[in-house]
């Protein structure tokens, strides 16, 4: 039964789903979180929908093991490709999942041009063509930049490499874009960068708070909010004390 079952897991294919993570305890402090990176397959984004789904499903079935109420899919790679699988695999568990923040963007311009920067396979995945055909008066402008997954899992955040690459990326859209959504979890951490790129006048947006504010929704529809004390434990399959390091920096961000 869920009554017993106490951690909220947070998964992703590596340090990007801290971005959901630092909402996740703003809003609910007193929850216990288990996340889990898997650094060590990531990037997610460059493989093929097969390896993208088999990622996600071992890595459930390992953190569904665990005393687990909830399971927050902080990567949007892993939901558009596996979502409904985890939902048939595991029906009596909450699941939510993250997608670009899209409905944000239309709500506030609902006839403008909007960009969404992804991994590849976010943009090619049917989910994702569904999502923009909700909203047929906006202009989606869909920009691939798989390449700045790494550099986060750097610890790249600014610069000249991040600086350069998201001029490449992003150039031909300055002054062209009402709002730019960050529809990669990896990406709130170069939110910075990215605005200096695009100019004051193009509005960021990302999907973690609306994550976060979903993901208590559904706690406390099912009555499974926790009073505390809350804790953050941080797992990551590459073993690597730096990524760690790294993590735990991001987290305080
Ligand atoms: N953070 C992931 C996302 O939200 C993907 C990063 C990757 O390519 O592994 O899409």
Redesign the pocket.
């Known amino acids: 039964m869920h009554t017993k079952k106490e951690y909220i897991a947070v998964f992703?294919?590596?340090v990007?789903?801290i971005s959901v993570l630092r909402e996740l305890v703003k809003r609910m402090p007193n929850e216990k979180y288990l996340y889990f990176g898997d650094s060590a397959n990531?990037?997610?984004?460059?493989r093929s929908t097969q390896e993208v789904r088999g990622l996600t499903m071992a890595a459930a079935d390992m953190l569904l093991q665990r005393n687990v109420k909830a399971l927050v899919v902080?990567?949007?790679?892993?939901t558009a490709v596996a979502i409904n699988d985890l939902r048939a695999a595991y029906p009596d568990v909450i699941i939510i999942g993250?997608e670009p923040a899209l409905k944000m963007a239309a709500d506030r311009f609902p006839r403008g041009t909007i960009g969404v920067m992804?991994?590849s396979?976010?943009l090619r995945e049917e989910k994702f063509h569904q999502q923009i055909e909700r909203f047929p008066g906006a202009r989606v402008e869909v920009i691939p930049a798989?390449g700045l997954?790494p550099m986060v899992e750097k610890g790249l955040l600014e610069g000249p490499e991040v600086d350069a690459y998201l001029q490449d990326a992003l150039g031909k859209y300055v002054g062209k874009l009402d709002a730019l959504v960050l529809?990669?979890?990896?990406f709130p951490f170069v939110a910075e960068a990215v605005q200096k790129v695009m100019g004051e006048k193009t509005l960021i947006l990302d999907g973690g708070e609306g994550t976060a504010r979903e993901t208590e929704r559904r706690l406390a529809e099912a009555g499974l909010c926790n009073d505390g004390p809350g804790s953050v434990q941080i797992e990551n399959s590459a073993g690597d004390a730096r990524l760690m390091t790294l993590a735990a920096e991001l987290l305080e961000r």
């Open positions: 992703d294919s590596g990007g789903g990531a990037p997610y984004g460059s902080a990567c949007n790679t892993a993250i992804a991994t396979v976010t798989n997954v529809g990669c979890t990896h």
